[in-house]
């Protein structure tokens, strides 16, 4: 994990999250990182191991050479598929050990690290759920970095942790989004006051372009934050 890249976003007001980066919607993650790079506010993309094409692979490769330090590679999850009998979807249970935990996330690190080619150190529980043995386990291999949800509460005595609070999905069943950046941007607003930073969670593969043209009218408008 690129060290300053960790300093710039945890010094940032305002940073984006993209989940489930793999397979799916490449030009929406184009559009989005395009965005960041252009208004300068850091993104996190949250790649999931077991869903990665070449196409993605290639994408990320030519984005990392340009040593552009706002941008972040997380792993999100191995498979990012729920583990049975939970009501909530989780991708390990609360139960799971922690060596078994270990084993299944260094199969997930190693093909992204082969495939990108850089360290990745930073992660994403898929849905933002997780147990303490998956911290234990985050923090027995050596992770630095962690970010889910700030309505999960979260304890580690060496991940530095990058939560989320806002999430511009209005029904969970449908994935509908809403499409007012004034929205948008007014929860940027109460978060910066109650916590002093706002970390904005998007779900690429759910975006059209009316989406894009949306998060694009509200990142310009945070750009006064930045400064």
């Known amino acids: 994990m690129d060290k300053n890249s ?25 559009n989005i990182v395009a965005v960041c790079k252009k208004t300068k506010i850091p993104v996190i993309l949250g790649v999931i191991p077991g869903h990665l094409s070449d196409e993605t692979v290639i994408y990320l490769q030519r984005e990392l050479q340009e040593n552009w330090p706002y941008l972040i590679i997380a792993q ?3 498979h990012h598929i729920p583990h049975p009998g939970y009501t909530r979807k989780m991708e390990f249970s609360l139960t799971e050990l922690v060596d078994d935990i270990v084993a299944k996330l260094l199969t997930g690190k190693s093909i992204l690290e082969k495939k990108i080619g850089i360290a990745v150190n930073w992660y994403i529980p898929p849905w933002n759920k997780y147990g303490r043995n998956l911290i234990s386990a985050l923090e027995k291999i050596g992770y630095e970095a962690f970010s889910a949800s700030t309505r999960v509460p979260f ?4 991940l530095i942790n990058f939560p989320i609070n806002q999430d511009v999905i209005i029904d969970a069943e449908t994935g509908k989004i809403e499409l007012d950046p004034q929205v948008w941007l007014e929860e940027t607003k109460i978060n910066l006051s109650k916590e002093g ?31």
């Open 155 to 158: 304890r580690s005595n060496s």
């Open 76 to 78: 999100h999850g191995v």
């Open 6 to 30: 960790t300093k710039i976003i945890r010094e940032s007001p305002i940073f984006v999250r993209v989940d489930d980066v793999g397979c799916d919607d490449l030009p929406n993650i184009r």
């Open 197 to 227: 930073k706002s970390g904005l969670m998007l779900h690429h593969h759910l975006m059209d372009e009316r989406h894009i043209r949306t998060f694009k009218e509200w990142a310009v408008n945070c750009r006064s934050y930045l400064s």
